[in-house]
């Protein structure tokens, strides 16, 4: 026996037995008729949960478009796992064939989860982030479905959750990973919904030629940009608002959005940024404190596709 519970318009959800369902609709066009096919979706976060969570941290990445940067994808998986991360949520359109090999290596370490993300099958998707300068009918915020997505599938396998792109990195200043700073984030400031974290750009125009010095030759047979060279920081003005990503208690989210949350219990805080008063372009070597433990684990994997090849 089915019992309907109230609903959104064109949305019919169903209770039945032990399991959550939504019946969703969707038009076909064949054989010269339209064709209305109904299909019934499984809720998931059917066990809420406040303690022991299977995860502390999963990122969410969104979304995933003929994607090219292999030996950045590597290094990135390599930083998150040094920063604590357990887990990838990666909405996946489309990517090169390199780099679905490496997708697939960290897929069987279970440490990467693929979300097809198939939208460009039923509209046109811009390709940049600047509507004047990419045409098509999903745009920038088109993005905002998945990380809602994200947010909400991941909600009760996660104690945090961070939502964030490919190209960034949340570097802790004084510590070592994600493990240590949140919680003293949380006793620092009496808060546990979650904390913005501002974006400073390192401009990929701007390198240093000096690099750790263990840096390996192997590096070099990878399509990619190498992240260590780019250590020059351009300063932000503390004047005007400066993206940030985040890092959330994803039970306490109802809306997020790309950069930050539409409507959450309680106002996120505790920004972790850096003001500078002089205008020009900062050193910043950071993520070189990571270098001893981010070189070996990358040219490991990257070693690994050498042989498969």
């Known amino acids: 026996k089915s019992q309907v519970l109230p609903h959104p318009k064109g949305v019919r959800h169903f209770r039945q037995c032990c399991y959550d369902k939504i019946l969703t609709s969707r038009m076909h066009e064949g054989n010269g008729s339209l064709w209305n096919i109904q299909y019934f979706q499984p809720v998931g976060n059917q066990q809420p949960r ?5 995860y502390a941290f999963t990122v969410c990445i969104s ?3 003929d994607y090219m940067n292999v030996l950045g994808l590597v290094q990135t998986m390599e ?3 040094l920063l604590g991360v357990q887990k990838i949520g990666i909405y996946k359109t489309s990517c090169y064939p390199d780099m679905q090999k490496v997708l697939n290596y960290y897929v069987r370490q279970s440490f990467v989860h693929i979300i097809p993300w198939t939208v460009s099958s039923y509209i046109e998707v811009a390709r940049g982030w600047k509507k004047s300068d990419s045409p098509g009918e999903l745009h920038y915020t088109g993005q905002i479905a998945a990380l809602n997505d994200c947010v909400y599938r991941y909600m009760y396998e996660n104690q945090y959750v961070a939502l964030q792109d490919l190209d960034e990195l949340i570097l802790p200043l004084k510590e070592d990973n994600w493990t240590t700073l949140i919680p003293q984030l949380e006793k620092i400031y009496q808060h546990h919904a979650g904390f913005e974290f501002e974006n400073n750009v390192f401009p990929i125009s701007l390198s240093r030629n000096k690099t750790p010095e263990n840096t390996p030759d192997l590096w070099k047979q990878f399509e990619g940009e190498n992240l260590l060279p780019h250590v020059y920081r351009i300063p932000n003005d503390p004047n005007v608002f400066n993206n940030f990503k985040v890092i959330v208690n994803p039970r ?5 959005t790309v950069h930050g949350l539409l409507h959450s219990k309680g106002v996120l805080s505790g920004y972790l940024s850096k003001y500078f008063s002089q205008q020009s372009i900062l050193n910043d070597t950071r993520l070189w404190d990571y270098a001893d433990k981010l070189i070996p684990a990358v040219s490991e994997v990257l070693r690994q596709f050498v042989k498969s090849n």
């Open 50 to 54: 406040t303690e022991k969570f299977p």
């Open 63 to 65: 979304v995933m478009y």
């Open 79 to 81: 930083m998150f796992k």
């Open 252 to 256: 306490l989210v109802f809306k997020a």
